[in-house]
């Protein structure tokens, strides 16, 4: 089975300071699309980030970038400059058969004032 | 633009019902797909539709259907309701299988 794993069930850090969401991931594909998505307590799933792997530039969204290991099938999320709205759940997924998304069980990151 | 919506947000059923939850997708998406989240099994694909044809399914019973419309926009049934349906089924659309998938608010089932 192709799974994507987050082994950090909770996480937390202080607003303004960086924290970094691990994620890794089981593919046999060359080519394919990662995502991280934040679920805050509203439940809205909200799309963060991107990353293309046949591209070699790590993606960067504002205060979120990545680090994108493709030999290792890491892929993590760093966030800077944490903020009180960044606290919420985050999943990190891998797009599989062209359109399906397999995601990882979650990471609650909560930023404490 | 507006963002994908679901209908309704809230519902509740009787074991052995059948319920039917809609989406609307974002203007110009033809890809939707359903998710189911729930605390034990997290978030697990149901299905894509795309163009009005049902492209991917995910290893749920035949209980779970779908079906899309020449809009767009999709629904998607569950039939003979057991207590472990009780979740929150989100609908996501993209403009292709490549693209990032936008989600709706999410409709929350409760069976009793």
């Known amino acids: 089975a192709q799974t994507v794993t987050q082994s950090q069930p909770e996480m937390s850090v202080q607003e303004a300071e960086t924290v970094t969401l691990s994620c890794t991931y089981d593919?046999?594909?060359?080519?394919?699309?990662l995502f991280w998505y934040k679920q805050p307590p509203s439940r809205q799933m909200i799309l963060v980030i991107r990353?293309?792997?046949?591209?070699?530039q790590n993606a960067t969204e504002n205060r979120f970038s990545v680090n994108f290991q493709k030999a290792a099938k890491s892929f993590s999320l760093k966030i800077s400059d944490s903020q009180l709205g960044d606290t919420a759940m985050y999943f990190c997924a891998r797009e599989t058969s062209g359109s399906r998304l397999t995601f990882g069980e979650g990471t609650q990151l909560t930023v404490n004032p | 633009k507006a963002g994908v919506t679901q209908t309704p947000r809230y519902l509740i059923k009787t074991r052995g019902q059948q319920v039917t939850l809609s989406c609307s997708p974002i203007?110009?998406?033809?890809?939707v797909s359903w998710y189911q989240q729930t605390p034990g099994q997290g978030l697990q694909f149901l299905f894509e539709?795309?163009?009005?044809?049902?492209?991917n399914k995910g290893n749920f019973p035949g209980r779970f259907s779908g079906r899309q419309f020449s809009n767009s926009r999709s629904e998607m049934n569950v039939s003979t309701l057991e207590l472990g349906d009780s979740a929150l089924y989100l609908c996501a659309s993209s403009q292709d299988s490549t693209y990032e998938q936008y989600f709706g608010p999410g409709t929350r089932l409760t069976v009793t």
């Open positions: 990353q293309e792997a046949y591209k070699q």
């Open positions: 203007s110009g998406h033809r890809s």
């Open positions: 539709y795309f163009s009005e044809t049902q492209r």
């Open positions: 593919t046999s594909e060359s080519n394919y699309y």
